[in-house]
């Protein structure tokens, strides 16, 4: 495990998987070109993936040009990978046995395997180049298999509150065999895999609610997961101290933002007004813990004295940020998704 330079602590990746329908895909967000406060060129996509009745998550990638980009080869057997460092604007001619680019892996257009069998062409690219290659083929309707990471980060919203957010960040976007929500047997795919740092769980109605924190690169976030099976949270509650370190997974849900208002229009004399559920109209996301494994549970990296300094750390970065400007990132960071195949072989179709 990789030491985080910026909080000296290891960073806790968190991944995600789905497989889904796309969809808007002609909404004036979908691609956008822009750029920086230094001048620099900057895109973004963000599109939706609908993987079960009235349930859809959306899924970001923004990228710019780069000093260098990364070349990986695969190591032998208990070897690891090495990389290749090469100029950005030689990324499309450097060629060298065994290596692949390093970024996000596409599948949107279909070849010949050489066999006569038709498959999807993989290319590997930059995000800057994958935001415009994913822009101008995928549509609405189409099925595929995404995979990426999640970010957690909050904010400041303009009334002064704060706000924390989860963001799935694409590293692969592949063609999948359609996605038919009404076949027989048919089990929504949207799942996720995060290392935590346990705080607590508590009962809330039906289901438990798991606090802890995320270590990034640059921050700590304050999270919250779910779990529903009581034997598992009773696990949580037995076997884990706040600081304890431990990988969860599970499923993505979506649901939509409700407020408590009161009816107005209730006649006066019959008790209290009613107080009603209020659409608000944006869903947000749910992480629901289904699993964790024990032989992860780490009871010493991010003890509270560590979790302290790390936040001290980036409360000071925080003001120095604000005092002499934000930098902008190096872009130099390498994903791996341990166990998993990176050139989507793993969706042949």
Known sequence: MATNKGLGL???????????VVTNTLKENFYKESKTKTGKDFRSLNFGITFDKNQTLFVNLTGMPQDNVYFSKRGEKGEKPTTEKVAWKDR???RKEG????????????????????????????????TKYISENLKDGISVYIRGNIEFSHYTNQGGDLQRNSKLVVTQVSMCKPVDFEATGFEPDASFAQ???????????SRFN????????????????????????????????PFYAIKVWGKIRTVKNTEVVEDNDASDGWGDKNPLEKLT???????IITGADPESMDKDTYAEKEIEKAIDIMNT???????FGETEDDWGSE???EGKKEDGDDVPW
Do not use: C, M, W
């Open 92 to 94: 499309y001619t450097f």
């Open 317 to 323: 970065n925080d003001i120095a940020k604000k005092d």
């Open 210 to 241: 798991v606090e802890a924190k995320v270590v990034n690169y640059a921050t700590v976030e304050d999270t919250n997961f779910a779990i529903e099976n009581p034997k598992l949270a009773d696990n949580f509650r037995k076997s884990l101290k």
């Open 195 to 205: 290392p935590i740092v346990f705080n607590a769980v508590s009962k809330e109605d």
């Open 99 to 130: 290596y692949t680019l390093i970024g996000v892996n596409v599948g949107l257009e279909k070849t010949d395997n050489g066999k006569g069998v038709e498959v999807n062409d993989i290319k590997h690219l930059t995000p800057f180049d994958a």
């Open 281 to 287: 109209g944006q869903y947000r996301k749910e992480f």
């Open 335 to 337: 994903d791996k998704i």
């Open 10 to 20: 290891p960073q806790q990746k968190g991944t995600f998987e789905i497989k889904g």
